[in-house]
Nanobody, 124 residues
Framework: QVQLVESGGGLVQAGGSLRLSCAAS????????MGWFRQAPGKERAFVAA????????DYAGSVKGRFTISRDNAKNTVYLQMNSLKPEDTAVYYC?????????????????WGQGTQVTVSS
């Protein structure tokens, strides 16, 4: 069982930056691929970024590529999402997710464990 706790959300102006963190429980963090998803009001949960256990494989949604960076620190059992050049359309609840193993890791159904979410609001 893996428990995930996100932090770092908040209110930011367009063009600003935020860094989300997700702390995971357990002693085998590097066995899990980690992902970030987001869900805006009235929309389905959508893939943002994911990273394999070793950090050697990374995927991004096209809408965030070049602006967001996913990374992980396996010594701290933590995955990060650095979000730069934020836009109002990035406003959503951001969820951290974990899956045992690696690929596939771009769909909600690929992940087994979820955090409670953290709100990100980007004002224009």
């Amino acid at each position: 069982q893996v428990q995930l706790v996100e932090s770092g959300g908040g209110l930011v102006q367009a063009g600003g930056s935020l860094r989300l963190s997700c702390a995971a429980s357990g002693r085998t963090f590097d066995w899990y691929a980690m992902g970030w998803f987001r869900q805006a009001p009235g929309k389905e949960r959508a893939f943002v970024a994911a990273i394999t256990g070793t950090g050697g494989g990374i995927d991004y949604a096209g809408s965030v590529k070049g602006r967001f960076t996913i990374s992980r620190d396996n010594a701290k059992n933590t995955v990060y999402l650095q979000m730069n050049s934020l836009k109002p359309e990035d406003t959503a609840v951001y969820y951290c997710a974990a899956r045992y193993g690696s690929y596939p890791m771009m769909n909600v159904d690929d992940f087994h464990y979820w955090g409670q979410g953290t709100q990100v609001t980007v004002s224009s």
